[in-house]
């Protein structure tokens, strides 16, 4: 008998301490990968979710009825400024020929050794340049804008990054570089620049006495500066591990603050509609505009990563795959402002551009909070209501 | 060989229920990711550089960065965003006048980094600023750096980390340089030896309920 009992107590004690075994920790860390949403997996079908919108990421702003369904397009006269870390050679191919959603690449805009600015226009001039080191930011950045705002002009602002003496880029701007700031003024009636977007931060002020009348000259041609909130979740975009405020240029008055809002549950709670968990916030009053203006989703929502060569179709291209970030809901908001001045072009009938504070309207006409929140500011814009509102306008105005 | 097996299975339960718990807990409050400074050189100061503001200095410290990975399977952090440098630094002066501000650029992207057992060695550089024009050395003061890591912890995710702080003792340009260690002690026998035992005697009851039954059918027949 005593036998007996021993075996079936140890054969329960077996089962239950099979808890330590690597298999059993191993179905642990796929649940976890479940709670936490989709971040980082492959897009199934992108030709479906991405191609034609019906990816969630999209379907909760709408924007797969104004681009899917109604067919709309960026006319090609609107040009988005990109700001970011640098593009290699098949990214920018990559960025223009992918099958789901691609831009149209302008020029690149770099500063050389010597202190130069290069415009370079032809990818196969970096094609086999090896100053680049640092990259990949931007290419899933565009790949945002180019999801909403299809055949967008981009011009792609190259800066300059350092990462250890083994890896840094060797060519590109520094964010207090004048030279870069006097050149998009100079040139925003040539290429028509209707947006700045930025998804890159620092810590460090920038904005010289020069570099801000650069930006006045931006604003009284109605170009519309949009920037990254932060993934902090803090006030100021604090980053604590290192005990410094990432929030420039978040806190310059010219500068409109995108945060992140999830458009689907996340972390097996119900946060859809809320900030995304890790959105940063700034003020809470409006006045003097260092505010989070609206968020976008950003936590879950396809980017272009790995761009490749496809040999059956003779394009390049990339992998979707789910990212997550203020980096993202940034060139969102700038594909739905994009949508906005295309829309009113259209009600309009010509090529006018909508002023800033037209574009403000429109947004905030559009978006899902009537009031000001200091964390949310005011909400995410839905993208059907803010083309159709534009059009409006537009005809209005013509 | 009946006494052997039963005797050996009271061992075993006694050091399942009674030890291994506590063995595992303790196992499971440490952090199974930890990062140091093991290495700090080129301090350097940069002249004619565009980073150059006035009134300061411009400083580079170059480092070399190791990442543990405790565990024996591969673990992955979260940071919240993309840090050029992902290093920090911190330093008290001797001259309180004195401010230290490092330069960070970074993408506000959420990142995943997945670490093999065992170390992971990577390289950082610091740019910073010190306010006073044309220092030729570091300025006197103890200079703190360190590597964060899983900075999106409790936030994104749940594994745990550990950051480890060198300090460097700056006294008329002599620097002293103290490393933290890595405080690592494989856990694979540990983990290894209570599954072989638990398995070992599973095996042992089964056998014996086999013959057991056997036994029992015979008498029967």
């Known amino acids: 008998m005593i036998p007996k009992k021993f075996d079936k107590i140890f054969l329960i004690l077996f089962v239950m301490l099979m808890g330590v075994s690597p298999s059993f920790r191993i179905a642990n860390s796929q649940m976890t990968l479940i709670l936490n949403g989709t971040v980082g997996d492959d897009v199934p079908n992108p030709s479906v979710k991405v191609g034609q919108l019906q990816d969630t990421a999209y379907t909760y702003t709408g924007a797969d009825c104004v681009v899917n369904d109604y067919g709309i397009t960026i006319d090609g006269h609107v040009t988005v400024v990109v700001i970011d870390d640098g593009l290699v050679y098949r990214e920018w191919r990559a960025l223009e020929e992918n099958p789901e959603a691609n831009v149209d690449i302008m020029g690149f805009l770099t500063e050389d050794t010597s202190g130069s600015i290069d415009w370079i226009t032809d990818p196969e001039d970096i094609r086999y340049d090896y100053g680049q080191k640092i990259y990949g930011h931007g290419f899933a950045v565009i790949s945002v804008l180019a999801s909403i705002a299809r055949d967008v002009e981009v011009i792609f602002v190259d800066l300059q990054f350092y990462e250890s003496p083994f890896k840094y880029d060797r060519y590109g701007f520094e964010l207090d570089d004048e030279s870069l700031w006097d050149w998009i003024a100079n040139n925003q009636s040539t290429f028509d620049i209707d947006i700045i977007s930025s998804s890159v931060a620092t810590n460090s002020t920038y904005a010289t006495s020069s570099i801000l009348d650069d930006w006045d000259d931006l604003i009284d041609n109605d170009v519309m500066m949009i920037c990254a909130a932060g993934n902090n979740n803090s006030y100021m975009n604090y980053n604590s591990p290192k005990d410094v405020y990432i929030c420039y240029p978040q806190n310059y008055t010219e500068w409109y603050v995108v945060g992140s809002i999830d458009h689907e549950n996340r972390s097996g709670e119900s946060t859809k509609n809320q900030r995304s968990s890790f959105s940063s916030w700034f003020e809470n009053y409006t006045a003097g505009n260092r505010i989070v203006n609206w968020l976008s989703p950003g936590n879950g929502i396809p980017v272009l990563e790995d761009p490749y060569r496809d040999t059956v179709l003779n394009v390049f291209r990339g992998t979707w795959r789910y990212g997550a970030g203020t980096s993202f809901s940034t060139p969102y908001l700038t594909g739905i402002i994009a949508l906005v001045i295309t829309g009113y072009h259209n009600g309009l009938g010509t090529y006018t551009d909508p002023t800033i504070q037209k574009i403000i309207d429109i947004l905030d006409y559009a978006s899902s909070r009537s009031t000001f929140n200091q964390k949310m500011g005011y909400g995410y814009v839905d993208t059907y209501l803010a083309y159709g509102k534009a059009y409006t306008e537009g005809r209005l105005a013509s | ?221």
């Not at chain 2, 700090?40 to 410290?61: A, Y």
């Not at chain 2, 992902?86 to 309180?96: P, Q, R």
Request: some cysteine; glycine content about 2%; overall charge negative.
């Open chain 2, 1 to 221: 060989m009946n006494k052997i097996a039963r005797n050996f299975l009271v061992i075993s339960i006694i050091f399942c229920v009674l030890v291994s718990p506590f063995v595992l807990i303790v196992r499971g409050e440490q952090s199974k990711i930890v990062s140091r400074i093991s290495d700090v050189s080129e301090i350097t100061i940069i002249q004619d550089s565009e980073l150059n503001k006035p009134n300061t200095t411009l400083f580079r410290m170059n480092l070399t960065v190791e990442i543990l990975n405790k565990d024996i399977e591969n673990q992955t952090v979260t940071e919240l965003s993309d840090d050029y440098p992902k290093s920090a630094i911190k330093v008290t002066f001797e001259n309180t006048s004195l401010e230290l501000e490092l330069i960070l650029y970074v993408h506000l992207t959420i990142m995943r980094y997945t670490y093999v057992t065992g170390i992971t060695t990577e390289y950082d550089s610091l740019y910073f600023y010190i306010n006073q024009f044309n220092l030729t050395q570091l300025p006197d003061g103890n200079y703190t750096v360190w590597r964060p890591i899983n900075t999106a912890y409790p936030l994104i995710n749940s594994t745990t980390a550990e950051m480890l702080f060198t300090i460097i003792h700056v006294s008329s340009g002599e620097l002293n340089i103290s490393y933290s260690e890595f405080d690592y002690y494989p856990t694979e026998v540990t983990s290894m030896s209570v599954i072989t035992v638990i398995v070992v005697s599973a095996m042992l009851s089964l056998m014996g309920m086999i013959k057991r039954r056997k036994t029992q059918k015979t008498k029967k027949d």
